[in-house]
């Protein structure tokens, strides 16, 4: 079984591929977290964004087991990794880690912005989840908040908009729903309602 989940910056995607994963006892990958690692490895050393060849390296070596989002949520990487997600060299490499993780059984759920569309088109379940940008914002904003670090709801506004504009308007493999994916809009909803909603669409596919 696959789950392919995607969505923009914020949607509570992450959340919900975390809880599918668990309620189904499947093996969970953020894909987000593997354009931000090599993002985070190129800035650390210094190494400029728009060079593929030096991109495609770091992605060589990553190691999907150590890939850690706390370490990795800065703005600063989240921004640098949606620059260097527009290199198709790169993507090529990155799915086909991300195309192996999703053999894993008895299933996986990926979650990213391309998963439906691009990495795995056969998956028997695929979801967008969406939320107005001004409700995401706030989640975002409230989670940093939460966890005692500073977060300015309007810089906040303007980084997922200018985000969500360079990952649905670029050539290669932009963010869109797959034409068989079920729509989840959870502005209105909160994660339990979103993932009862979510289980629902899964068990009728099994
Ligand atoms: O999901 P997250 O915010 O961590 O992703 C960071 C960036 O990585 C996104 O803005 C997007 O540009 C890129 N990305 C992508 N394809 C994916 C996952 C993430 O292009 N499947």
């Known amino acids: 079984m696959i789950i392919a989940i ?3 910056a914020a949607s509570g995607k992450g959340t919900l591929a975390r809880r599918l994963a668990a309620h189904f006892g ?8 593997t354009y931000r690692a090599v993002a985070a490895a190129l800035l650390a050393r210094g190494l400029p964004l728009g060079d593929e060849e030096i991109a495609i390296a770091v992605a060589r070596n990553l190691d999907l087991a150590r ?14 990794a949606s620059r260097i997600a527009v290199l198709q060299g790169l993507r090529d490499e990155l799915v086909a880690l991300q195309r192996n993780f999703a ?8 979650d990213g912005r391309d998963i439906g569309t691009v990495v795995c088109p056969q998956a028997p ?4 989840v ?27 506004l303007a980084d997922l908009k200018r985000r969500d504009q360079r990952d649905s308007n670029r050539s290669v493999a ?7 994916a079920h729509l989840l809009d ?9 993932f009862r909603a979510a289980v629902d669409i899964v068990d009728k596919v099994q």
């Open 6 to 8: 995607d969505g923009p």
């Open 26 to 33: 499947y093996s969970h990958l953020d894909t987000g977290l």
């Open 67 to 80: 890939l850690d989002r706390d370490m990795l949520s800065s703005h600063e990487i989240g921004e640098a």
């Open 103 to 110: 053999r894993h059984e008895p299933g996986a759920v990926l």
């Open 125 to 128: 379940v695929k979801l967008y």
């Open 130 to 156: 969406t939320a107005k940008p001004e409700v995401r914002a706030r989640r975002r904003t409230d989670e940093l908040l939460s966890k005692g670090k500073d977060a300015d709801y309007g810089e906040i």
């Open 174 to 180: 932009p963010l869109k729903p797959a034409e068989d």
């Open 186 to 194: 959870t502005s209105e909803m909160d994660i339990e309602t979103a």
